[in-house]
């Protein structure tokens, strides 16, 4: 009985403590239900450095994986889920390639797009049953490609957006292009087609237009947008540009719509470097430590909001999926654990919605790494996130096993602290041993401490239970 009174006081002292915080957002700590790792990994390969997830389906990239009986450098493996299980189902290489495949990889369905940071090729290859096979290579004249993204339009069409950060544009080396490809899926025969290349108009030397792409499509067209981290304009030095570019409901007739440009009076704001996710007429933008998203009115884009990230992570590879954005990140000087923060607007709130923290992703990683390199996905409610360690302050040369993990976020309530779908003792355990380690996930009230008053918010909220 006094056991049940203390509970019931803890309780009603939490609910108390937690009705005077209005509008904190919480954000529970999930971890991994799966790990997926190569057949063949090896401990340099960079097996995580590019991840992509639809459906039950993920695809990651190891572009500095060496196999000397194919004379090939770079591979991205394909896995699969049953059930609950995922398993490997296909190792995609393509021999004599030396262009590190695997460094950007794309998914859409039964369609998989890779390219790597050296090469002049962009590579799509499509599944049948269980098996997959090369259905065609895009070329580049111009340079290497650096960045790969897929997406639909119409009824009937794929698109393929592909940066080259290092091409030539207006007269100008280095300054960046994309080109875009499209598939009539309905016409057997049908070929990849490349339809447009885009570049700057006010495009300079060295503003790596290309470094990473997105693209949304729906049936009455495309919106593609590419990123230039280096332009010089208005907000500063090397604050950086984010080009939109749309086209008609066959992916044809691309034309520039909008220049975002990060936040004025800063210098190095290199808008872009870290990812770029568009959705309808939702865009986010990495821009130096905080995620930034624009909405789009008619043909008016604006900046609507700017999220911080308080992980001690650069954000990075930037997923939006309906309501849900996922955010990766490079961490620097840390050690045990890797994660992507998960953040949510109110369903059906649109593009006026308020972007809030749900969910930390947290990974195990090597005990001492001085960097980590995460990129994610997200799909539905399952994400995936790689983990590249590295040491000697970003040396490339990585000394440990790389690997991805899955997570089901079921888009939980706050008390469900371990994304189970369930509130239960076994929350408290995983808060609690979240709070101990001063874990940024045991931050519940959102104040950017991890203290005793986390505990009471956390409480009073479990004692409520889900909606």
């Given at each position: 009985m006094t056991t049940s009174m203390s509970l019931i006081r803890l309780a009603l002292a939490a609910t108390i403590f937690l009705s005077a915080i209005p509008n904190r957002p919480a954000a529970a700590q999930c971890m991994p239900t799966a790990e997926l790792v190569a057949g063949d990994r090896a401990a340099n390969d960079h097996f995580g450095e590019a991840v992509a997830i639809s459906g039950d389906t993920a695809v990651v990239g190891a572009p500095q994986h060496a196999d000397p009986s194919t004379s090939s450098y770079g591979a991205a493996y394909v896995f699969v889920r049953n059930g609950s299980s995922w398993t490997q189902q296909a190792k995609l290489f393509i021999p004599g390639e030396q262009g590190a495949f695997g460094a950007s990889v794309a998914i859409l369905g039964n369609t998989i797009a890779v390219c790597g940071y050296t090469s002049h090729n962009a590579y799509v290859f499509t599944r049948s049953g269980t098996t997959w096979s090369l259905q065609t290579t895009l070329p580049n004249t111009d340079d290497q490609f650096t960045s790969?993204?897929?997406?639909?339009?119409?009824?009937?069409?794929?698109?393929?957006?592909?940066?080259?950060?290092y091409a030539p544009a207006n007269g100008l080396n280095f300054a960046g292009a994309a080109r875009i490809y499209t598939l009539?899926?309905?016409?057997?025969?049908?070929?990849?087609?490349?339809?447009?290349?885009?570049?700057?108009?006010?495009?300079?030397?060295?503003?790596?237009?290309?470094?990473?792409?997105?693209?949304?499509?729906?049936?009455?067209?495309?919106?593609?947008?590419?990123?230039?981290?280096?332009?010089?304009n208005a907000s500063g030095v090397e604050a950086g540009a984010a080009y939109v570019y749309t086209s008609n409901n066959v992916g044809s007739g691309w034309a520039q719509q909008a220049e975002l440009i990060a936040m004025p009076g800063f210098t190095q704001q290199h808008l872009g470097l870290g990812g770029v996710s568009i959705n309808g007429d939702t865009a986010v933008i990495v821009e130096l430590n905080m995620n930034t998203f624009f909405t789009r009115t008619g043909t008016t884009w604006t900046r609507h909001q700017f999220l911080w990230d308080r992980s001690g992570s650069v954000p990075a590879f930037v997923r939006l999926f309906g309501d849900v954005l996922i955010a990766g990140g490079d961490i620097y000087f840390q050690s045990g654990s890797a994660w992507a923060n998960v953040y949510t607007r109110p369903t059906g709130s649109g593009i006026g919605g308020t972007w809030v923290p749900r969910l930390q992703l947290v990974a195990?990683?090597?005990?001492?790494?001085?960097?980590?390199?995460?990129?994610?996905?997200?799909?539905?409610?399952?994400?995936?996130?790689?983990?590249?360690?590295?040491?000697?302050?970003?040396?490339?040369?990585?000394?440990?096993?790389?690997?991805?993990?899955?997570?089901?976020?079921?888009?939980?309530?706050?008390?469900?602290?371990?994304?189970?779908?369930?509130?239960?003792?076994?929350?408290?355990?995983?808060?609690?041993?979240?709070?101990?380690a001063a874990s940024t996930g045991a931050d519940f009230t959102g104040d950017s401490i991890v203290a005793v008053n986390d505990i009471f918010a956390f409480l009073g909220a479990w004692f409520a239970g889900c909606p």
């Open positions: 790969v993204a897929l997406g639909s339009v119409g009824v009937s069409r794929l698109v393929a957006v592909v940066g080259a950060r009539d899926t309905l016409h057997v025969g049908s070929v990849w087609t490349q339809v447009a290349r885009l570049t700057a108009p006010d495009a300079a030397a060295g503003d790596g237009f290309g470094i990473s792409v997105a693209v949304s499509g729906g049936i009455s067209g495309a919106t593609a947008i590419i990123a230039a981290p280096y332009k010089n195990p990683a090597p005990l001492a790494e001085d960097f980590l390199h995460s990129p994610a996905d997200y799909s539905g409610t399952t994400a995936v996130l790689g983990v590249v360690a590295q040491v000697g302050n970003g040396n490339p040369g990585t000394q440990f096993p790389s690997a991805a993990y899955i997570f089901n976020t079921y888009n939980p309530c706050p008390p469900d602290f371990d994304c189970n779908g369930t509130v239960s003792v076994n929350d408290i355990f995983a808060f609690l041993s979240a709070w101990f």
